[in-house]
């Protein structure tokens, strides 16, 4: 258990805190309205994001929306902003993100007459029960006229218990950039990262040390050739020194890049970008007399091509490029290379009335060869060939939505038995997907969902392989129709049912005993109630059915898998500052196979045998108290309760019993120093209790109860000049 002492270095920061800060004499207006997205409501209070408009904006982009929330998140930024930079940009917006960080450090990007230097030092201390960990970062920014000194430094001490022995993990990093900007046009910058690891456990036979430290001069060029034509090169090149426990390596590198955009009116668009880096150089093992010389290389290029953009028959065209050859050097001295590449081609033309009303096809072509994992002398290929034809139409305020891919596939392993051979895989995938979206009534939506998929896999013999994979087809097929009723903003709810079917067929004889065929019914039903203005009911109810049969087998190897599910969540605004959350969840799941009946009829008929079924119970809650905007407050507690039960001749049987109890609770604070200084942390206990009884044909046999309860803490200083 952790020493109360070690805690004086997170409650003595902690109580200064909160000495020195004065409480508001009101606390934080909440809104209406709280819980109905609560992942929403909790962002927008802390990054300061919203979603609106969310499922209408990843539709157009045609990406899932998760991803485009998860993007938003990642980068603080809110979708308007990430729509606005990816036009602004003339990119896609997954690439705007990674973009935006990179030109951080290109001088050219960056206002050279910009005021003031800019430093950072953040301080933070974490204690748990086993280890512990201190960090410390520091950021600066420097502006001499039109010279920009940038950079970072950090250390991290870990120190960790585990089998009575104390290991001490520290690592360094400093990395400095220097950028000078010759003219609006031309920029150079030169860069420094140094690392330093080391791991130690006291009488361990496995620590390790090393030392990686890299230099680099680049150069940024921006070019307009002519009105609509914009382009950007950059060169680069370094060195670096690694001396490790592992390796010693001295290397050499360099590279080129460019970007360029090509815009005609409103008809014609064009964004290339591709490069070529290398390295050469000598590295050993420890303990090895001579160095091995080893060399790489990266090539790649990415297009996009478009055309008639925004006239009723557009054309969008992307073009990848990819190959690169790196040398490996191995323990007993030798060199050999490996290949790795990829190109694609697709592009997308689509007839366009409006927005709702269109059909695209967009064909594609794509390959690819990598080093095999057993033997990486040795490329294992694959190429693709597909179409995919999508289309929607709306009328009478239903919209139309379909789909059918078709994609083969042919892929090599031509050493996946190592010298013995390997085997070649042809699959050809179909899919067909619609869907209808119908707006029967201002409250009533409904929507009818079905998709139908097949695979076709097929191999052949590359050498003298003797166990390639079972040819095999593929088949499945699902309807999905759901309601949603949204009453008021206080109360709306949803009602879904789905059948599936799928079809698991082995073609040799052989191996038809694996032949399976799956039905699956599932029904949902949710519903959201606002009771006051700051209490919300949520309650999401499932039922789920599997049959599993077995085509070649008899009727007592079929499966049946049953499941129950409801969950219920209370969310409560007490108080401007109190806020309280209560949740239950409720799981019973019976499974079982089938048995003839006896004496059995006429039909073969069966009965389902129950062979055991499972309950489980979690109760739930959070509560929060926030006091000002400096200090929360909160306490988690969790019950679960878990039966197994088994049948034997009909009878239930008790096979096991558990029972846990966990406690989390934590003080967290958030407190500024002055106008350019932050104190924040938390000081948190845990416990856990877990009782678990085991039954021998029906006699219990109660284990011992197993506890867990420790304290943890962490404390942050950051600081701006």
Do not use: C
């Not at 042809?426 to 695979?455: C, F, H, Y």
């Not at 079809?503 to 005993?513: E, G, K």
């Amino acid at each position: 258990m952790t020493s109360p002492r070690r805690l004086l270095l997170l409650v003595i920061p902690l109580a200064l805190g909160l000495g020195s800060y004065v409480l508001p004499g009101r606390a934080q207006e909440t809104p209406q309205g709280r819980f109905a997205f609560a992942d929403t409501t909790l962002l927008r209070d802390t990054l300061g994001l919203t979603f609106e408009g969310l499922f209408p904006i990843a539709d157009s982009l045609g990406m899932p929306p998760v991803d485009l929330r998860a993007l938003s998140i990642r980068y603080r930024y809110t979708l308007p902003r990430l729509l606005k930079l990816s036009d602004s940009l003339h990119m896609v917006v997954d690439s705007v993100g990674e973009y935006m960080l990179r030109e951080r450090y290109n001088p050219l990007a960056t206002t050279a007459r910009r005021r003031g230097n800019q430093f950072t030092y953040r301080s933070t201390y974490d204690i748990t029960r086993t280890d512990s960990r201190w960090n410390n970062t520091t950021d600066f920014f420097v502006p001499f006229g039109k010279v920009l000194i940038s950079g970072s430094s950090g250390s991290e001490f870990h120190r960790a218990q585990a089998g009575g022995r104390t290991s001490l993990d520290q690592s360094r990093t400093l990395s400095t950039r220097a950028g000078w900007t010759f003219s609006k046009n031309l920029s150079a910058t030169a860069s420094a990262d140094l690392s330093s690891l080391n791991n130690g456990t006291r009488g361990s036979l496995y620590n390790s040390k090393n030392d990686d430290n890299k230099y680099s001069l680049s150069g940024t060029s921006k070019f307009q050739p002519r009105r609509g034509t914009t382009s950007e090169f950059s060169f680069s090149g370094g060195a670096e020194n690694y001396n490790g426990s592992d390796q010693q390596r001295k290397s050499l590198n360099g590279g080129l890049t460019g970007r360029l955009r090509n815009v005609s009116g409103s008809w014609f668009t064009h964004d290339a970008s591709g490069g070529f880096s290398g390295d050469v150089g000598d590295s050993r093992v420890p303990g090895q007399a001579d160095y091995l010389r080893a060399r790489s290389s990266n090539a790649n290029l990415r297009g996009t091509l478009g055309l008639f953009s925004n006239a009723p028959i557009g054309l969008n065209l992307n073009y990848s490029l990819r190959n690169q050859r790196y040398e490996t050097p191995t323990d007993s001295g030798v060199v050999f290379p490996v290949l790795s590449g990829s190109n694609g081609i697709d592009m997308s033309l689509r007839f366009r009335l409006d927005n709702n009303r269109y059909i695209t096809v967009a064909p594609r072509l794509a390959s690819s060869n990598t080093a095999a994992a057993n033997s990486p002398q040795s490329q294992n290929t694959r190429r693709d060939r597909g179409v995919n034809v999508s289309g929607r139409y709306e009328f009478l305020g239903a919209a139309l939505d379909g789909s059918f891919v078709r994609t083969l596939t042919t892929t090599k392993y031509p050493k996946r038995g190592g010298d013995a051979g390997g085997y070649a895989e042809d699959r050809d995938s179909r899919s067909v997907q619609g869907s209808m979206n119908w707006q029967l009534t201002r409250k009533i939506t409904a929507k009818l969902t079905g998709e139908v998929d097949l695979d076709r896999l097929r191999y052949s013999i590359l050498g003298s392989f003797l166990n390639p994979p079972v040819p095999r087809d593929q088949y499945g097929q699902s309807y999905r129709a759901d309601a949603t009723y949204a009453f008021s903003k206080q109360f709306d709810t949803h009602l879904g049912v789905e059948v599936r079917r799928s079809l698991f067929v082995n073609i040799p004889a052989a191996s038809t005993a694996a032949n399976t065929e799956t039905r699956g019914y599932r029904a949902v039903w949710d519903w959201k109630f606002a009771l006051l203005s700051g209490l919300t009911v949520n309650q999401n109810n499932t039922l789920n059915a599997n049959y599993t049969y077995y085509t070649f087998l008899p009727a007592s190897a079929d499966r049946l898998v049953l499941d129950y599910f409801t969950s219920t969540r209370i969310d409560a605004d007490v108080t401007r500052s109190l806020r309280i959350g209560i949740k239950n969840d409720f799981r019973y799941t019976p499974t079982g196979g089938f048995a003839p009946l006896d004496p059995p009829n006429d039909n073969g008929n069966s009965y389902f045998s129950q062979s055991d079924e499972n309950f489980q119970s979690v109760l739930s809650a959070n509560m929060s108290y926030q006091l000002g905007s400096a200090i929360t407050l909160s306490v988690t507690p969790i019950y679960t309760a878990t039966d197994r039960k088994g049948f034997t001749e009909g009878i239930a049987v008790p096979q096991t019993s558990t029972r846990s109890l966990g406690m989390n609770g934590s003080a967290n604070l958030n407190i500024p120093i002055g106008r350019k200084g932050t104190l924040t942390g938390f000081l948190g206990k845990t416990f856990n209790a877990d009782h678990r009884i085991n039954y021998n044909s029906g006699v219990p046999d109660s284990q011992p109860r197993v506890e867990i309860d420790f304290w943890s803490g962490s404390l942050a200083l950051s600081w701006d000049l």
